[in-house]
């Protein structure tokens, strides 16, 4: 074990660079006939990183119910997930480089991802592009190895593509859980930037999903024999969300995301309604609602916002199109489509199915 180890802290940005780097690690060392990153492990062990799981940034929307219905460890196994992503876009760019074995393959928000090392044909160029806080820490953790350039800019500064400077055999570009952290008026610049750059060059990401069903249908999941402890347990998560969580998130949160949230309480189904935009107002409307009510409310609240306040999702890639008409789609699927499910457990495999069966996300491999 590494004695001293780096302390890194960047805030939210840091939580999601460093909780992927740890899910690659942990479903590495517990799932490795499924998924296996040396990289990621030997980086992993470098770090003084926990992931705390019950932290958040945002009203949880989605992330309640994940913490509701599932174990501690469930919820540990959840950023495991995001390693499945890894697992399609490894497969996407090792048949993108087949074909073109001297591509660039640029890497947008790379965090401390490990692709590279996982796919590298020995021939390809590499660019890893994150904020230059994020590109200091990896160049600290793991120096530029030969053919691999990183590039501190934004994915929306225009500027950065000067810094691609071979494009002879092709663009592939991968972009993990970056892109649904948009606003779309931002989704549709980085598209059009994309298309004006790198004409016929391709792109994988992943994108969430516009879910129905809601809490409804996440009970469904389960046994019926389970179904009412698992409501019930919804009510009392509700009322410790409403006080822990959204209360301290307004307080920190901008304008137009309060809002946001304002709004669409205000245009719910439920028959009391909201009478104003302060906290005030909300803590009054929420305490006079039933319990039955919390949960519809709930319910709509999730599907209005698609998971969480101010990202972007899309139900279907061809939507895309209409950003950009030089955008054409080579594919899309369910983020866990394809991935062997045998050697895990049945609550992780009941995600994976209920969000492969809702389209909660999906891959999306556009040309552009």
């Not at 016929?200 to 809601?214: K, Q």
Request: glycine content about 6%; overall charge negative; hydrophobic content about 40%.
């Amino acid at each position: 074990m590494q004695k001293d180890k780096v302390k890194i802290t960047l805030g939210g940005t840091s939580a999601s660079m460093l909780g992927c780097l740890w899910g690659r690690a942990q479903m590495s060392r517990e799932y490795r006939s499924l998924f296996y990153d040396a990289k990621a492990i030997e980086l992993a062990e470098k770090i003084d990183y926990v992931p705390d799981f019950s932290a958040s940034d945002v009203p949880p929307f989605e992330d309640v119910m994940i913490n509701i219905f599932f174990s501690h460890k469930i919820n540990q196994t959840r950023f495991g997930l995001f390693t499945l992503r890894a697992k399609q876009f490894d497969y996407k760019v090792k048949a993108y480089i087949e074909e073109h074995p001297y591509a660039s393959v640029i890497n947008i928000a790379a965090g401390l991802d490990t692709t590279f090392y996982r796919v590298d044909d020995g021939l390809i160029h590499w660019y890893d592009l994150d904020l230059p806080a994020v590109i200091d820490i990896r160049r600290q953790l793991l120096p530029e190895p030969d053919r691999v350039i990183y590039i501190a800019k934004s994915l929306l500064d225009p500027n950065w593509f000067e810094d691609v400077t071979y494009t002879e055999d092709g663009v592939f570009m991968i972009a993990g859980g970056v892109l649904h952290s948009l606003e779309e008026s931002q989704v549709k610049q980085f598209f059009s930037m994309l298309a004006d750059n790198f004409p016929d060059g391709e792109i994988v990401f992943d994108a969430m999903s516009r879910l129905g069903g809601g809490f409804r249908g996440r009970i469904d999941m389960f046994p019926p024999e389970q179904r009412d402890a698992m409501r019930a347990t919804l009510i009392d998560a509700l009322k410790d969300w409403w006080e822990e969580v959204l209360k301290d998130w307004w307080k920190k949160a901008p304008q137009d995301e309060k809002d946001k949230v304002s709004d669409i309480v205000a245009t719910l189904k439920i028959p009391t309604k909201l009478k104003g935009k302060e906290w005030s107002d909300l803590e009054a409307w929420w305490d006079q609602i039933s319990d039955t009510e919390k949960a519809e409310a709930l319910n709509d609240l999730m599907t209005a916002f698609g998971g969480k306040v101010g990202t972007w999702s899309v139900k279907d890639a061809n939507e895309i199109t209409k950003l950009n008409s030089h955008i054409t789609v080579i594919d899309q699927f369910p983020l866990f489509k394809n991935v062997p499910r045998d050697s895990l457990s049945a609550d992780i495999q009941r995600v994976m199915d209920y969000s492969d069966k809702n389209g909660g996300s999906n891959i999306i491999h556009l040309r552009v």
